[in-house]
């Protein structure tokens, strides 16, 4: 009887999962819906579940045809030719036999960036116009058909190891207006708008950003393979979260999204691979907070770039990424903003300097300067705009001569100046003022504040204090207000420091 019952159970169940294989109508990724944007000069992979495996299916956009390849499970995908950028929105249609089985409406190609971090990316156009008188002729201005935002809001798995296969909900591609600009990312929308006002192409954003949360769970779970990044992961998996707190260049756990790939594994897997021309990333604060360690964070950031490189097949594709501005409660962002700058020797990166922009709070509304400087990153080193300077002043040596430091920059091939930066707009000379916040130090690795000037490509410093000094810093504050080193373009000097273990942080004496 037993056997019987059990072999009857098995029957049933089998019935049921062949009629609900025949009901299911094979359906896209739920990344694509209507007025997606696809990635422009690059073949375009579109995939999707819910297929048999004797299913003959193709996908169509256009006069673009391709054949899917179907598998076991029921899922399918189709590589379709590369496209160049189309403003006039066609539909992407997927095919069984002749018959149209699914739509996706209003789709259009060009440049596709995927934005991660926490708050400070998250932070929405409506915060900006709050706090930022000009941000309001922005807004009524954004009437930008061209533009079109993805946010992903799904919650992160129960299962800590396992990835999502799609995401939660269809949900949709949005269009910027003056309505819909309010709820998007105000530093990816700037970001955006920059970029289709100066490339007349679409721009879509996909934004998986989460307020409050450490980099480890947008890394990969296999890119944790440091011995550092290892013993992070192996604590966390043991939640042995106080020795993981300890642990030099560790991390504070405070909930289920904290955990290593957490992020990763719930909002931006089941987009890979989504054809993308780079990411965008704002995120720090949470690793260099109370009680938080910022050392190490440089080669975090490594495992994040390549992690994400390696799930997209594509180890050219640009990371740029904004160092943290000024915060008087914190001083871990003193070390961070070195880390972040350190971070530069990974390949196809670089830096938006923010450390000039004014706002109080740990969100500075002004994210129309902290966007117009990605976008000329990517301006510059995505897409060849080469009479424009990229970013500020980066340290590059020194030497000492006498009594004096000598340093020498990148990024100064429009000059050197004193400037000031007034609201919004970019930094101005201010003639005749002096340079602010330089420090040297010498062999008892006391600091003193000193004097600098300019002398052509370089910066001299001294102190009276230092008739032997051995290092030279800059901006090395919580709040260095009045730093004024700039190049010519506007674009303000990174922080830096010469010795790095010559720099604490915040649970040094």
């Known amino acids: 009887m037993r056997i019987e019952k059990e072999c009857s159970f098995l029957v049933?169940?089998?019935?049921?999962?062949?009629?609900?294989?025949?009901?299911?109508?094979?359906?896209?990724?739920?990344?694509?819906?209507?007025?997606?944007?696809?990635?422009?000069?690059?073949?375009?992979?579109?995939?999707?579940?819910?297929?048999?495996?004797?299913?003959?299916l193709s996908v169509r956009i256009g006069k673009l045809r391709a054949i899917a390849t179907v598998e076991a499970s029921g899922r399918w995908k189709a590589r379709l030719p590369s496209q160049s950028a189309a403003n006039s929105g066609q539909s992407l249609e997927l095919i069984e036999g002749e018959e149209i089985v699914a739509t996706v409406k209003d789709v259009v190609v060009g440049e596709v960036w995927l934005a991660a971090g926490q708050s400070?990316?998250?932070?929405?156009?409506?915060?900006?116009?709050?706090?930022?008188?000009?941000?309001?002729?922005?807004?009524?201005?954004?009437?930008?058909?061209?533009i079109r935002f993805r946010r992903i809001d799904d919650r992160v798995l129960n299962d800590r190891q396992a990835e999502a296969n799609d995401l939660a909900s269809a949900g949709e591609w949005k269009l910027m207006t003056p309505d819909s600009v309010l709820a998007f990312s105000a530093v990816a929308a700037v970001f955006a708008r920059e970029l289709q006002e100066q490339l007349q192409v679409p721009v879509g954003i996909i934004d998986v950003s989460w307020g409050g949360k450490p980099i480890e769970p947008f890394i990969p779970r296999e890119a944790f393979s440091t011995p550092l990044l290892g013993r992070i992961r192996e604590l966390a998996d043991a939640d042995k979260l106080e020795e993981l707190k300890q642990l030099r260049g560790g991390v504070i756990i405070r909930n289920p999204e904290g955990y290593p790939g957490a992020i990763f594994?719930?909002?931006?897997?089941?987009?890979?691979?989504?054809?993308?021309?780079?990411?965008?990333?704002?995120?720090?604060?949470?690793?260099?907070?109370?009680?938080e360690d910022p050392r190490e964070y440089r080669y975090k950031m490594q495992a994040l770039v390549e992690g994400w490189r390696a799930r997209w097949k594509?180890?050219?594709?640009?990371?740029?990424?904004?160092?943290?501005?000024?915060?008087?409660?914190?001083?871990?962002?003193i070390r961070m903003r070195e880390e972040q700058r350190l971070a530069l020797t990974i390949p196809d990166t670089a830096m938006a300097v923010t450390i000039d922009i004014r706002g109080e709070g740990i969100h500075p509304p002004d994210k129309l300067s902290v966007g117009r400087r990605l976008s000329r990153l990517a301006l510059v080193q995505s897409y060849g705009r080469a009479e424009l300077e990229s970013s500020g002043p980066l340290y590059q040596s020194h030497r000492v001569v006498r009594s004096n430091i000598r340093v020498r920059f990148t990024h100064v091939k429009s000059g050197l100046m004193v400037g000031e930066k007034p609201g919004v707009l970019p930094a101005r000379e201010t003639s005749g003022a002096p340079l602010r916040w330089f420090e040297?130090?010498?062999?008892?690795?006391?600091?003193?504040?000193?004097?600098?000037?300019?002398?052509?490509?370089?910066?001299?410093?001294?102190?009276?204090?230092?008739?032997?000094?051995?290092?030279?810093?800059?901006?090395?504050?919580?709040?260095?207000?009045?730093?004024?080193?700039?190049?010519?373009?506007?674009?303000?000097?990174?922080?830096?420091?010469?010795?790095?273990?010559?720099l604490p942080w915040a649970n040094q004496k």
């Open 440 to 502: 040297v130090a010498g062999g008892n690795k006391i600091w003193h504040a000193a004097e600098a000037r300019i002398d052509g490509e370089e910066v001299v410093v001294s102190a009276r204090q230092v008739a032997n000094p051995v290092a030279v810093r800059y901006a090395c504050q919580t709040q260095p207000q009045g730093g004024n080193l700039y190049n010519r373009a506007g674009l303000p000097a990174s922080p830096f420091c010469s010795h790095l273990e010559m």
């Open 265 to 291: 594994n719930a909002r931006m897997a089941p987009v890979v691979p989504y054809g993308l021309c780079g990411f965008l990333w704002y995120q720090a604060e949470s690793n260099a907070g109370r009680g």
């Open 314 to 333: 594509n180890e050219k594709l640009p990371v740029y990424f904004v160092q943290l501005p000024s915060y008087p409660p914190a001083s871990g962002w």
């Open 12 to 56: 049933c169940f089998l019935l049921a999962v062949a009629v609900f294989l025949a009901d299911a109508a094979p359906r896209f990724a739920n990344v694509f819906s209507d007025h997606a944007v696809l990635q422009r000069d690059a073949e375009i992979l579109v995939w999707g579940s819910d297929a048999n495996p004797g299913q003959t």
């Open 120 to 146: 400070n990316m998250q932070f929405p156009v409506r915060g900006m116009l709050k706090g930022l008188p000009e941000a309001q002729s922005w807004v009524e201005s954004a009437n930008r058909s061209a």
